[in-house]
């Protein structure tokens, strides 16, 4: 499956975005689907994940009720709404896929191009 994220841009603490995350390719339906992040010097990290239908989705402490993921499979898209943004979410931020409701990195085995976010104080 192809991914393409877009919706990056340069926000002021406080503020919302949303990002979008289009999927080509395969059946979207049968893929859970990840957000993840990476800060410059830093690891990739898990943001959130979503599973197949939309009903489950899981999220770190870091985030939790700042940030809502969703998908519309009619459209092939997932969502990731993020709130209450901070310095610190300043970020390139990944969608993947995978066929498990997971939150291992090396469990996705599709990844979109990334996208910017950048969170001024």
């Known amino acids: 499956v192809q991914l393409q994220a877009s919706g990056g841009g340069l926000v002021q603490a406080g503020g919302s975005l949303r990002l979008s995350c289009a999927a080509s390719?395969?059946?979207?339906?049968?893929?859970?689907m990840g957000w993840f992040r990476q800060a410059p010097g830093k690891e990739r990290e898990f943001v959130g994940r979503?599973?197949?239908?939309?009903?489950?989705?899981a999220y770190p402490d870091s985030v939790k009720g700042r940030f809502t993921i969703s998908r519309d499979n009619t459209k092939n898209t997932v969502y990731l709404q993020m709130n209450s943004l901070k310095p610190e979410d300043t970020a390139v931020y990944y969608c993947?896929?995978?066929?498990?409701?997971?939150?291992?990195?090396?469990?996705?085995?599709?990844w979109g191009s990334g996208t910017l976010v950048t969170v001024s104080s």
């Open positions: 993947a896929a995978s066929r498990a409701f997971v939150s291992i990195r090396s469990m996705y085995s599709y």
């Open positions: 390719g395969r059946t979207f339906s049968n893929y859970a």
């Open positions: 979503i599973s197949w239908s939309g009903d489950s989705t």
